[in-house]
């Protein structure tokens, strides 16, 4: 059975079904059609099924290009109707896991996805989950549900697999094509048929010995990025209380050619990754009665973020003889990072709640976000609209303060129109300022 889909591979007749048309799964779906393979995708948000076939962006870093080809390729179809899915040969599942109101992991989209295949699953078929989750899901999870609903049996009558996304949206430098993907499978023929389908399109693959090694891997290195922004962040208070420049440091100490990584400091974490995955291992850590201390840690150190950074906001006001109570402040970036239109889980949205706890009157700029959308927790702040970026507006605000630095805006004209400016990026370095303009690193 496995040659038959091996051959398919090879002659590109093979056709890649993903599940979730969002930051990873569409993005995937151009990978696999640009090197000609035949790809289906799959939404229960019929508005981006909608705008997929009609050629209309809805993510904006990814550009209009893509969504034209793809809209008027022979070989693209994007769909609502799962009884689809018997047309093709592999299904990935690219579904949000974010965590519950405990913080624990939300496992619901992952397992009706899976519910859903399982009553289309038909021999040969191979599916593979991409959505980043605890060691063990693929197999502990997916695969009863994916038996008990079909009757077929995982590595005889059909393959499954794990393979991590570790797509970084806005790297100009890599995209899916160009990151190495690691994949574990259940069973060496799941592993091969996996690995020859993104050989396809993938610059690398790198086997590993099965799933949840494959699962592990994507979750030690957001970890890794956690527990590292919540050292610089730490560090950040501590160097700016005896009055050493942290980027400085971290800018002199990259310059030592090993052993140093560098990562830099800000107002918080943010998007569907590093801010939610390192708890997806705390949890399945305890039912092995082990606990993750720096995961936790490092939690702490930078959900304190937003404190500091309004903390040292009161400051500057003060030294401008202002009270936070009744001072207008704008902030600059919705976004959780730069030159994205992605405001999931951004420490903004914290930040503008403290600010408005202490009587402050919030406004944003974001040239990637013209309005809140609707988000699961911070329903207060929807339909807000980003102000106009000129001098007249933002001359009103008593204080700016720059939650993200998108490359766009021109910090420079920002120092010409405002007198205090709280910078939580460094984007202001290399700007000089006018005497009676104030620049609080915070
Ligand atoms: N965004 C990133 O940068 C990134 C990077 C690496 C890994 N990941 C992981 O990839 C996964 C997907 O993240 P994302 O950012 O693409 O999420 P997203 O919210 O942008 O996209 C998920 C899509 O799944 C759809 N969906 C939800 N339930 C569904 C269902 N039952 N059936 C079909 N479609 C359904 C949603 O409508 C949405 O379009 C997550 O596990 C995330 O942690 C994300």
Same mark, same amino acid.
């Not at 970036?333 to 239109?341: E, I």
């Given at each position: 059975m496995i040659d038959v889909q091996l051959n398919k591979i090879q002659k590109k007749q093979f056709t890649v079904g993903i599940i979730g048309l969002g930051y990873v799964g569409l993005p995937l779906m151009w990978t696999f059609h640009n090197n000609d393979m035949r790809v289906l995708g799959f939404d229960i948000d019929e508005k981006k099924v909608e705008n997929l076939k009609n050629g209309i962006p809805y993510i904006k870093h990814l550009g209009t290009e893509m969504m034209e080809a793809l809209a008027n390729s022979d070989i693209a179809d994007a769909t609502t %109707?799962?009884?689809?899915?018997?047309?093709? $040969?592999a299904i990935l599942l690219c579904v949000p896991t974010p965590l519950d109101q405990h913080r624990e992991p939300d496992m619901s989209y992952v397992e009706q996805t899976t519910e859903t295949v399982s009553k289309h699953l038909r021999k040969g078929q191979l599916v593979i989950l991409e959505s980043t989750t605890w060691p063990g899901t693929t197999e502990e999870l997916m695969i009863p549900i994916l038996e008990k609903n079909s009757g077929l049996k995982a590595g005889t009558d059909f393959y499954v697999a794990y393979s991590p996304e570790r797509e970084d949206p @806005? =790297?100009? %430098?890599? =995209?899916t094509a160009k990151i190495p993907k690691v994949v574990g499978g259940h069973g060496p023929e799941a592993l091969k048929l996996a690995l020859a389908m993104y050989d396809t399109a993938i610059v690398e693959t790198v086997p590993v010995s099965d799933c949840k090694t494959a699962e592990a891997v994507k979750l030690t290195e957001n970890i890794f990025r956690s527990v590292n922004i919540a050292l610089v962040n730490e560090l950040k208070v501590v160097y700016e209380a005896m009055g050493i420049d942290v980027h400085e440091v971290i800018d002199a100490a990259a310059t030592k050619p090993f052993g140093f990584m560098k990562f830099t400091p800000g107002p918080g974490l943010g998007g569907h990754c590093i801010p939610i995955d390192p708890f997806y291992l705390t949890w399945k850590a305890r039912e092995f009665e082990k606990h993750t201390r720096f995961i936790e840690l490092a939690g702490e150190v930078n959900t304190n973020m937003p404190s500091y950074v309004v903390d040292r906001t009161m400051l500057a006001l003060n030294a401008h003889k202002?009270?936070? =109570?009744g001072s207008k402040i704008l902030v600059i @970036?919705?976004?959780?990072?730069? %030159?994205? $239109?992605d405001m999931r889980e951004s420490p903004t949205f914290k930040i503008f709640d403290l600010l408005k706890s202490l009587g402050a009157e919030v406004a944003y700029y974001d040239p990637f976000i013209p309005e809140v959308l609707p988000t699961r927790e911070h329903s207060d702040w929807t339909g807000t609209k980003s102000i106009e970026w000129n001098k007249e507006t933002v001359y009103e605000f008593d204080a700016v303060l720059i939650s993200t630095n998108h490359s766009t805006i021109d910090y420079a004209e920002l120092a010409e129109w405002s007198e205090c400016v709280v910078d939580t990026r460094n984007a202001m370095r290399g700007v000089v300022a006018k005497n009676d303009v104030h620049i609080f690193k915070a």
């Open positions: %109707d799962f009884s689809r899915l018997n047309e093709a $040969d @806005g =790297n100009a %430098d890599f =995209n202002k009270a936070m =109570n @970036g919705l976004a959780y990072k730069p %030159d994205v $239109d």
